[in-house]
């Protein structure tokens, strides 16, 4: 009996928390400020006039971007971050997208972020992303309004747009693929 439970236990250790597809390439050597990897126009949306806004440390992270939310941030380690808007049509409707990219100095860091349970950052629910982009990535739809996010390499990657239609998630996948690009051509 007690030899059973050694094995069990050895099973569930040896396992691990995540599954290999939620494990980022920790070879990539992509590096770069998250500005760099802004898109330009997609799909006709353009970034809004004085949306972006950038920090380098906690206090610029806790004044002016994250409005508080700065704690997930700090304890994961970041380095750099960046928050913007897009606007543009989403087929009849009018839409907003936002955009955040923040890096980290290690990729196991980004993952820990993402995977991030104690400040809500990972949804409750959620979808494969189709087709996937990142080392890990999903979709998560609310009323209204869906959410991309992703991990490549050290950068977290947050996309969200105030509109639930097929139009708006087609240009979130847009957006998703062209930063993705961006960041590991």
Known sequence: ????????????????????????????STSGHPEDFLPGTVQGFDEMAGARQTAATIPELQATVVNGGYQPYELHGFQEYVHTAYQGSAGVSLATIDIS????????????????????????????VTPPVGDASRLARSFGSLTIDYVVCSYWVKLYVNDASNDALSVLQAFATSIEQEIAP
């Open 1 to 28: 009996m007690l030899w059973a439970a050694a094995i069990i236990a050895s099973t569930l250790i040896g396992s691990g928390c995540d599954s290999d597809e939620n494990k980022p390439d920790l070879t990539c």
């Open 101 to 128: 990219i923040t890096e980290f100095p290690t990729a196991t860091q980004a993952l820990a972020m993402y995977n991030d349970t104690q400040y809500g950052i990972k949804p409750a629910t959620s979808e494969p």
